[in-house]
C-alpha cells in the first residue's frame, strides 16, 4: 500500500520526533526526580544513541541543501542581472568606438577639405550596386544640394569617381574601377600619359603608354586633367604591374587604386571643379 521509500521517510521523521521528545522529558525531570530520573535518563541515552548521530547529520544535510537552493537561486539572479550589465555596457562601448572611427574618418575628410580650392560638399555613401559587373555607389547628395550629373568625386586618397545619375536628394557614382570609367592620367615622375580604364579585379590598366617610356613599379599615377571632368593633380593609384609585350608600340601598366572602395563611407563632391590645378599651393 506504502512504498518503501515513503516508509522510510516516515520512519525517519518518526524517530526525529521521538528523539526531540525523550530528550524533552529526561531534561525537564532530571532536577525533580534526582537519581531515578538520571537512571531514567542513560537508559533512554543508551537506546537513542546510536540513532542520534545519523539523525542529527540527516538534518544538518536537509538544512545545507536548503541554504544552497536560496544561495544558488541568489547566485542566478545576481548572474543575470550581471549578464545585462556586461551586455549594456559592451553595447556603449561599441557605439563608442564606432563615433571615435567616424570622426576620425571625417577628421581626415575636413583636413583634406581644407586643401581644396574648389567648393565642395560631403556625401555619405548609404548603398553600392550588387552587381559584379558595375561598380557604382549611391550618395545621399542630389540636385537640392547642388549636384550635377558629371561632377568628379574624391576623398582624401584620391579620385573616387563621377556623378553619373542624379534625383533631387541621391546621386549615382560610377567608381574608377568599372570598366566603362576613363581617367586621363599620368605618371607623377616621368610625366607620361595614359587613360586609366577600370577592371573586374578591382584594379586600373593604363592604356596607350609607349613602351619608350621608363616606367617603374611604385610610380604615382596622378589626373592629367585634360578629360574635362577631373582636375589636374588628383591622385589615381600606384604602378603595380608592368607587362612589355615582344610586339607593339604599348606596354601594359597596372594601377591599383590608392582607395579601398569596399570600405567607402564618406566621399566629397566638387561642385565647381577647376580647370587646371586642383590642390591649393
Known amino acids: 500500500m506504502f512504498s518503501k521509500k515513503m516508509v522510510m521517510i516516515v520512519g525517519v521523521i518518526a524517530l526525529i520526533v521521538v528523539n526531540i521528545i525523550i530528550l524533552s522529558v529526561n531534561s525537564s525531570r532530571y532536577s525533580s526526580y534526582g537519581s ?13 544513541a546510536p540513532f542520534q ?5 540527516f538534518v544538518q544535510f536537509l538544512k545545507k541543501i536548503w541554504g544552497h537552493y536560496f544561495f544558488l537561486v541568489s547566485v542566478i539572479k545576481e548572474n543575470d542581472n550581471l549578464k545585462k550589465t556586461i551586455s549594456h555596457t559592451i553595447d556603449k562601448n561599441n557605439k563608442y568606438r564606432e563615433i ?8 581626415n575628410l575636413l583636413n583634406f577639405r581644407k586643401t581644396i580650392t574648389s567648393q565642395v560638399i560631403v556625401a555619405e555613401v548609404i548603398g553600392q550596386d550588387p552587381s559584379p559587373w ?11 544640394d547642388g549636384v550635377e550629373k558629371g561632377l568628379p568625386v574624391v576623398v582624401p586618397e584620391g ?3 563621377q556623378v553619373i545619375d542624379v534625383s533631387c ?4 557614382v560610377l567608381l574608377i574601377i568599372d570598366r566603362n570609367s576613363a581617367v586621363d592620367a599620368l605618371v607623377q615622375r616621368t610625366r607620361d600619359r595614359g587613360l586609366i580604364k577600370g577592371q573586374s579585379d578591382g584594379r586600373c590598366l593604363s592604356k596607350y603608354v609607349l613602351r619608350k617610356h621608363d616606367i ?15 582636375p589636374k593633380g588628383l591622385r589615381v593609384g600606384y604602378v603595380s604591374k608592368i607587362v612589355k609585350p615582344d ?14 572602395f569596399e570600405k567607402l563611407e564618406e566621399v566629397l563632391v566638387v561642385l565647381d571643379p577647376p580647370k587646371h590645378d586642383f590642390l591649393s599651393e
Open 36 to 48: 531515578f530520573s538520571y537512571e531514567y535518563g542513560r537508559t533512554a541515552i543508551f537506546f537513542i
Open 53 to 57: 548521530k545519523p539523525v542529527t547529520q
Open 100 to 107: 571615435e572611427i567616424s570622426n576620425f574618418r571625417l577628421r
Open 134 to 144: 558595375f561598380k557604382t555607389i549611391i550618395i545621399d547628395k542630389g540636385k537640392s
Open 159 to 161: 579620385i573616387a569617381g
Open 169 to 172: 536628394n541621391y546621386s549615382k
Open 216 to 230: 617603374k613599379v611604385g610610380d604615382t599615377v596622378v589626373s592629367s586633367g585634360l578629360d574635362g571632368v577631373f
Open 247 to 260: 610586339s607593339g608600340i604599348f606596354q601594359e601598366v597596372t594601377v591599383t587604386p590608392y582607395i579601398d
